[in-house]
């Protein structure tokens, strides 16, 4: 069984920086792509950011790029993203996303959500 788990979100001023973590857990062979999605109220799940499975890949949707940063710890089976800069639209429920081989299988797993709120 693989379980992610999702932390750091909260509300923030516009301009104010946040650090959301993604943490795997259970039995994990590999993990592959990483990545951050999120989810406005009304509005479809979109992407923010994807990291390859050596880190040295990344990629942005063109609303936060020049202001979020994935990264990963190998050793800890996590992802982060560092959002600075933060704009009112940036108000989300933020989703990680691990392509993970767990046994013989390879298979996406979703974190929880976590809400993310810009607002003065």
């Known amino acids: 069984q693989v379980q992610l788990v999702e932390s750091g979100g909260g509300l923030v001023q516009p301009g104010g920086s946040l650090r959301l973590s993604c943490a795997a857990s259970?039995?994990?062979?590999?993990?592959?792509?990483m990545g951050w999605y999120r989810q406005a109220p009304g509005k479809q799940r979109e992407l923010v950011a994807t990291?390859?499975?050596?880190?040295?890949?990344?990629n942005y949707a063109d609303y936060v790029k020049g202001r979020f940063t994935i990264s990963r710890d190998y050793a800890k089976n996590t992802v982060y993203l560092q959002m600075n800069s933060l704009k009112p639209e940036d108000t989300a429920v933020y989703y990680c996303?691990?392509?993970?081989?767990?046994?013989?299988?390879?298979?996406?797993?979703w974190g929880q959500g976590t809400q993310v709120t810009v607002s003065s």
């Open positions: 259970g039995s994990i062979v590999s993990i592959n792509a």
């Open positions: 996303y691990m392509l993970i081989r767990s046994g013989l299988a390879l298979q996406g797993y």
């Open positions: 990291i390859s499975s050596g880190g040295s890949s990344t």
